[in-house]
């Protein structure tokens, strides 16, 4: 339906390029056009609502109304609206930040370096590790291994680090120096038998191999999510980081944690890294660091590696690197509040507490449903994946568009779901959800979910 002359639609159509978007379909299809949002929910311009399932992209952790951020981005912007952190300028939200975060690390970490986003930040870590090793003198440990299906951004090095093809495909990536080992998906990847404990060994003896291989004194570092997020929400076998990690440690491997989504409570721990069991030497974060209100991504960088670039700065007179918008003045201030609230309002109990409502509740609808082969999930993050036939655990055919269908028809009924490889539907809501709200989420899941069923029986495309 061709719409109206002037109207938003057209007016996108005419002029936008969005990211991660068929952009010939777009032309015909349009935009979803969101004018407003308040508490789990957002509104279109023509005032229909919908719950936002994974608000936003994983991020809007506050939700979509927060006065206090607000008023915090005010407050800021009269004050000091820009400064910059380089040739060692500095600002109060910035000193202020780099303190709180530093004091919630899951692991003793020394210095925090801002970006805008997620991609800057990883781009950012893999800059400091290489030039870390240039400086301590070992110019040949630059590789750096990461997983098929994990997700760790779109500028060119974080592009290499992700494993999905379609972040690769006609981008000529990934670059050289960047590998990817298995996912750790015991549902699709386990041997007939297999526990998740030998699973999460047979994992960690295959980094092992692929550092022997490679050579260690090649091999620099090993990027991981705690839990795979655009991956498809994919949680590692029982004791599996550990294994990886006493591997890492043999060959002086460094490991850096993308918390980009699973920081700051998303997992019912305040990182991901203290629910799975790591002890990163590096962690990455963005997104519920500002609740989204305002664009900021972290590094923080434990003291071994803080020497290496003090090394490498001294000697060449500067370290090279940095954005115009690192630790910008707004967006510390927001990314402030949000943790002054996130521990006022104990969000972390309400996530516990809530989270374990929606992973009962999902099991409890999903589990047993004809087109569910996985149900997956903790805190307030989790999947299902639709199968073709659950009992030889057959995905669809990526063309027959399964994932898809259900998201258009979740819109219909009122949620936004984002669907994403092997047609797994995430769910990762603002973390002030209630135990109604999710309720209210899943029928409106449900309900989508069984429509569905309807289409695929209709064409024969699933064992049901
Ligand atoms: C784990 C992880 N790392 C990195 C990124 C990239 O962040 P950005 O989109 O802000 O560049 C994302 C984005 O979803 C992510 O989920």
């Not at 910059?84 to 690390?105: G, V, Y």
């Not at 603002?430 to 029986?457: F, G, W």
């Amino acid at each position: 339906m061709t719409p109206p002359r002037n109207s938003n639609a057209a007016r996108d159509i005419a002029y936008a390029l969005h990211p991660y978007t068929d952009h010939k379909a777009h032309l015909q299809n349009g935009p979803l056009v969101i004018s407003r949002g308040k508490g789990v929910r957002v509104f279109d311009e023509q005032g229909k609502e919908y719950i936002e399932s994974v608000a936003g992209l994983w991020c809007a952790s506050l939700g979509f109304d927060n006065e206090r951020l607000v008023q915090a981005a005010a407050d800021q912007m009269r004050k000091l609206p820009f400064y910059h952190a380089f040739t060692a300028k500095s600002h109060e939200p910035l000193i202020d930040l780099s303190e709180m975060l530093i004091e919630r690390a899951p692991s003793p970490m020394s210095k925090v370096f801002f970006a805008n986003s997620g991609s800057e930040a990883n781009d950012s870590a893999i800059k400091m590790i290489w030039y870390m090793n240039n400086a301590i003198g070992r110019p040949e440990k630059k590789k750096i291994i990461a997983r098929l299906k994990g997700y760790h951004g779109i500028t060119l090095a974080a592009a290499s680090l992700t494993g999905l093809p379609a972040n690769h495909k006609l981008f000529d990536l990934p670059l050289s120096g960047f590998h990817h080992i298995s996912t750790p998906h015991h549902y699709h990847n386990a041997q007939p038998g297999e526990s998740e404990e030998d699973f999460a060994t047979r994992l960690a003896e295959e980094l092992e191999q692929k550092i022997l291989a490679e050579g260690p004194e090649t091999v620099a570092a090993f990027w991981a999510e705690p839990i795979m997020g655009a991956g498809g929400v994919i949680l590692p076998p029982a004791g599996y980081f550990p294994k990886i990690q006493a591997v890492l440690k043999k060959y002086d491997v460094l490991f850096v944690a993308d918390e980009v989504i699973c920081g700051f409570w998303r997992t019912g721990s305040y990182w991901g890294s203290q629910t799975l069991g790591i002890q990163p030497d590096i962690l990455v974060c963005a997104k519920a660091l500002s609740a989204s209100y305002l664009p900021i991504s972290a590094v923080m960088v434990s003291e071994q590696v803080f020497q290496g670039i003090a090394e490498g700065s001294s000697s060449v007179g500067t370290w090279g690197h940095g954005f115009t918008y690192s630790g910008h003045p707004v967006p510390a201030a927001v990314a402030i509040e949000t943790l002054k609230i996130y521990d006022e309002m104990d969000i972390g109990g309400h996530v516990k507490r809530v989270g374990a409502h929606m992973q009962a509740q999902l099991r409890a609808r999903f589990a047993d449903h004809p087109l569910v082969g996985e149900v997956r999930g903790t805190g307030l993050i989790g999947a299902i994946e639709l199968v073709a036939d659950k009992a030889t655990k057959t995905n669809f055919d990526p063309g027959q568009k399964v994932g898809g269908r259900l998201t258009k028809l979740g819109e219909e009924n009122g949620v936004i779901l984002r669907a994403m490889t092997n047609d797994s539907i995430g769910f990762s809501p603002p973390l002030i959800i209630t135990e109604e709200e999710v309720d209210e989420m899943l029928n409106r899941v449900a309900k989508s979910l069984d429509e569905v069923m309807v289409q695929v029986r209709r064409e024969s495309i699933a064992a049901v």
